[in-house]
């Protein structure tokens, strides 16, 4: 088992930027593919982006690609997400997850954390 714990959530003004982090705990971090889904009040949860094994590939949804970057330190166990030029629209608990293949479905991923809060204000 794989516990991942994301952190740097908070309120933020439209155009602002906040960075998370997820620390892995339990198992071979370098093992996983990283991704970032997000899931807002009444909504699916939604994918936001995904990392290869040793970070040399990246996937984002168009809906933040050039906004948002994602990065890994497999020497910390720890995925980072910066994201910039936010918007309202972005408000949602966002969430880590590992899984065994890069993906965009949250059904395939393997392990996920409890989530942290991202609210984007006007």
């Known amino acids: 088992q794989v516990q991942l714990v994301e952190s740097g959530g908070g309120l933020v003004q439209a155009g602002g930027s906040l960075s998370l982090s997820c620390v892995a705990s339990?198992?071979?971090?370098?093992?996983?593919?990283m991704g970032w889904f997000r899931q807002a009040p009444g909504k699916e949860r939604e994918f936001v982006v995904v990392i290869s094994r040793s970070g040399g590939s990246t996937y984002y949804a168009p809906s933040v690609k050039g906004r948002f970057t994602i990065s890994r330190d497999n020497a910390k166990n720890t995925v980072y997400l910066q994201m910039n030029s936010l918007k309202p629209e972005d408000t949602a608990v966002y969430y880590c997850a590992a899984g065994w293949t890069p993906q965009t479905m949250a059904a395939g991923y393997d392990y996920w954390g409890q989530g942290t809060q991202v609210t984007v204000s006007s």
């Open positions: 339990g198992g071979t971090f370098s093992r996983y593919h």
